[in-house]
């Protein structure tokens, strides 16, 4: 089993930052050598792809994010990051954690304009 817990999540202006964290824990949880990736869910909306980063550092971005918002990974913490930056209005969402088929409980960002 293996749990996620997002932090990071808040009230941003927008223009501001956030720095999003999730950590992994639990037996078989394999960090090192899987795809983690942060996803978002806007309300009405479908759960989409926000980035994803590899064994190897690969990173991807949903072309909304790409440039502003940086993902990251450390192993040795079983942690994962998004360093969200310049947030629009339309980033408002819970933003979640994912390994393999393991998620976490989201955590709200909330972008006002």
């Known amino acids: 089993q293996v749990q996620l817990v997002e932090s990071g999540g808040g009230l941003v202006q927008a223009g501001g930052s956030l720095r999003l964290s999730c950590a992994a824990s639990g037996s078989g949880s394999s960090f090192g050598i899987n795809v983690l990736g942060w996803y978002r869910q806007a309300p009405g909306k479908q759960r989409e792809l926000v980035a994803s980063?590899?064994?190897?550092?690969?990173?991807y971005y949903a072309g909304a994010v790409r440039g502003r918002f940086t993902i990251s990974r450390d192993n040795a913490k079983n942690t994962v990051y998004l360093q969200m930056n310049s947030l629009k209005f339309e980033d408002t969402a819970v933003y979640y954690c994912?390994?393999?088929?393991?998620w976490g409980q989201g955590t709200q960002v909330t972008v006002s304009s």
């Open positions: 980063i590899g064994t190897s550092g690969v990173t």
């Open positions: 994912s390994l393999s088929h393991y």
